[in-house]
T-cell receptor, first 114, second 112 residues
Framework: DGGITQSPKYLFRKEGQNVTLSCEQN?????MYWYRQDPGQGLRLIYY???????QKGDIAEGYSVSREKKESFPLTVTSAQKNPTAFYLC?????????????FGSGTRLTVV | QKEVEQDPGPLSVPEGAIVSLNCTYS??????FMWYRQYSRKGPELLMY????GNKEDGRFTAQVDKSSKYISLFIRDSQPSDSATYLC????????????FGGGTRLMVKP
């Protein structure tokens, strides 16, 4: 079945550590997105990529980094510069470069700082 | 002021009630309107999709768009406990490169 796979489902990070969240899609979608969701809050855009080897900062990019070396993959690294990384992270993808047809979301990764 | 406003709730209703969820927006260029349902600790899933104004019905769900008032609604008939979730509205302008703008979500609780 086509979809977006996020892994791991739960991730624990120690202070000062970098961690990488995986996002893979087999939908042949062009664009991919990373959102952060805090309890009781909406979605905040971290980074997005509309084509391979290109990505743009979203509203809250500080302390995060991404790469888009393959169409299917868009990993997110949470660096030690992100001071409050505990949150639910969602990856999404869309046909073409527009939101006109909606996004398909992964099932999310819950990151906790220990 | 946010571009898309949505009452966060929670909205608590008894089973079988008709539920009305709403969003207002300020950007008159929005043409595509969507509703997503998100269960706790899960990713959002697309529930309803509407282009421009009008109504769309799918089973117990009806989506309404009133562009003149910049107001969209999602109605759920005969609500079930399984409808308990957070509902996010989302919208975008026409054309390439335009991303979805999301509302903050409304938490719905349907009590048996």
């Amino acid at each position: 079945d086509g979809g977006i796979t996020q892994s791991p489902k739960y991730l624990f990070r120690k202070e000062g550590q970098n961690v990488t969240l995986s996002c893979e899609q087999n939908l042949n979608h062009d664009a991919m997105y990373w959102y952060r969701q805090d309890p009781g809050q909406g979605l905040r855009l971290i980074y997005y990529s509309q084509i391979v080897n290109d990505f743009q900062k979203g509203d809250i990019a500080e302390g995060y980094s991404v790469s888009r070396e393959k169409k299917e993959s868009f990993p997110l690294t949470v660096t030690s510069a992100q001071k409050n990384p505990t949150a639910f992270y969602l990856c999404a993808s869309s046909i073409g470069r527009a939101g006109n047809y909606g996004y398909t979301f992964g099932s999310g990764t819950r990151l906790t700082v220990v | 002021q946010k571009e898309v406003e949505q009452d966060p709730g929670p909205l608590s209703v008894p089973e079988g009630a008709i539920v009305s969820l709403n969003c207002t927006y300020s950007n008159s260029a929005f043409q595509y309107f969507m509703w997503y349902r998100q269960y706790s600790r899960k990713g959002p899933e697309l529930l309803m999709y509407t282009y421009s104004s009008g109504n769309k019905e799918d089973g117990r769900f009806t989506a309404q768009v009133d562009k003149s008032s910049k107001y969209i609604s999602l109605f759920i008939r005969d609500s079930q406990p399984s409808d308990s979730a957070t509902y996010l509205c989302a919208m975008s302008e026409e054309g390439a490169g335009n991303m979805l703008t999301f509302g903050g979500g409304t938490r719905l609780m349907v009590k048996p």
